[in-house]
């Protein structure tokens, strides 16, 4: 997974993929070309629920990409987040559907972390095979969790309050929430179908990815993590799911990149292919250094998450900070790029621009995460201990 030179820094690594996750990319790629086509993903957009279950069920039972980081103690594969990023980075390459953000970006994270009982082991199981999904509704300060942020309540085994804008909130089959009660903040699941459970779609921009707004009144909750360790569930479910929503921006950047370059070729104007033109050619070429910086953080994040390799905490808010931003800006120049066929609702590029701005202030925007570094790194600094700046000099 990870190599390094001899001559190489301590603070320095070269990464490269297995030959086992090369075929896992390609395998996940073949599915998702089969099952996320864009004609799939535009009848989705208008079905309910907004994805296959059965194709769902497929990726987890079949190619057990739900769970991939997740111990075969638990019912998962056993690899590594890494392997999990390579199947993400190409569904979302494809705009795939279903509740990602909602049951592998975050609650099978936070299954994870939690302490092994009957009931989160259940459910883990059930996550990870397809026969269920998923949604957070827990609120969040760019990324992280504030346990002072809490409204819902719990007494007697049952849950209430409100909480906004929860992703693939409306879809889930559970729902994962942080509720305060005398002990303090816990985490606890509800049954999205159980009495006392309000879910209120929401018309988001985005039609690839829903939204809704849930309101608990005395629904009963099952106990999954106490108090004492909710906090370092959710900060680590968040982290997770920071690092893998930057490797689908990640994805859906590459593929945006690919689309454009091939029209370029294609497309002729005054006689040539637009992409002789020096303008186009620039306009390309910094998409492909945004697209190569995005994969350099987002799977740096991952491998901070995987091996402690560095501050998870700074490095998938970096993430998060230039994966928000690249997939914006090459969302856009892909429009620019195809000219009018671009801006229509028949192209699949607004597709794309809109899963771009949705996905850019989930988690935390860029603007917050950069505030955050910003605040990791130099506001703690001292003289005896200056960031280091890369100088060009030979180390």
């Not at 049952?158 to 816990?186: C, K, M, N, P, Y």
């Not at 689309?259 to 370029?264: E, G, K, T």
Request: proline share 3%; hydrophobic share 45%.
């Amino acid at each position: 997974m990870a190599e390094k030179r001899a001559d190489q820094p301590d603070f320095q690594a070269e990464y490269k993929f297995t030959e086992e996750q090369g075929q896992l990319r390609d395998a996940v790629r073949k599915f998702s070309a089969d099952h996320f086509a864009e004609e799939k993903i535009r009848e989705l957009m208008d079905s309910d629920p907004p994805f296959d279950p059965k194709v769902w069920a497929r990726l987890g039972a079949e190619l057990g990409v739900l769970g991939l980081s997740v111990p075969e103690a638990d019912g998962g594969v056993g690899g590594t987040l890494v392997d999990q990023a390579v199947a993400i980075e190409e569904i979302g390459a494809r705009l795939g559907s279903g509740p990602l953000f909602g049951t592998v970006y975050l609650a099978i994270p936070a299954l994870v972390a939690a302490s092994s009982g009957s009931a989160r082991d259940e459910l883990l199981g059930d996550l990870v095979e397809g026969r269920r999904t998923a949604a957070v509704a827990v609120v969040d300060r760019t990324g992280v969790f504030d346990p002072e942020s809490v409204e819902v309540t719990v007494e007697g085994g049952a849950v209430s309050g409100t909480v906004e804008q929860v992703v693939d909130g409306g879809i889930a089959d559970v729902l994962l929430v942080a509720a305060r009660g005398s002990d303090g903040v816990a985490l606890y699941a509800v049954d999205a179908g159980a009495d006392g459970v309000e879910r209120t779609p929401m018309a988001t921009l985005d039609l690839t990815r829903s939204e809704a707004n849930v309101n608990f009144s005395k629904a009963q909750a099952t106990l999954i993590a106490g108090s004492d360790e909710t906090a370092r569930v959710l900060d680590h479910a968040l982290q997770v799911g920071a690092a893998l929503l930057a490797v689908e921006q990640v994805g859906a950047a590459q593929h945006l990149l690919d689309l454009s370059v091939d029209y370029a070729k294609t497309r002729l104007q005054f006689g040539r292919p637009i992409g002789s033109f020096q303008g186009v050619k620039h306009r390309l070429a910094n998409l492909l250094v945004d697209v190569e910086h995005a994969r350099s953080t987002a799977y740096h994040a991952i491998w901070a998450l995987t091996d402690g390799s560095d501050d998870a905490a700074l490095s998938t808010s970096i993430a998060q900070a230039v994966c928000s931003a690249a997939l914006s800006h090459v969302a856009t120049d892909t429009i620019q790029v195809h000219g009018g066929i671009g801006f229509t609702w028949e192209h699949q590029a607004h597709l794309y621009f809109k899963r771009a701005a949705t996905n850019a202030v989930l988690l935390g925007s860029a603007e917050q995460h950069r505030d955050r570094v910003a605040a990791m790194v130099l506001d703690g600094a001292t003289t005896e201990k200056v960031p280091w700046v890369a100088d060009g000099a030979a180390v």
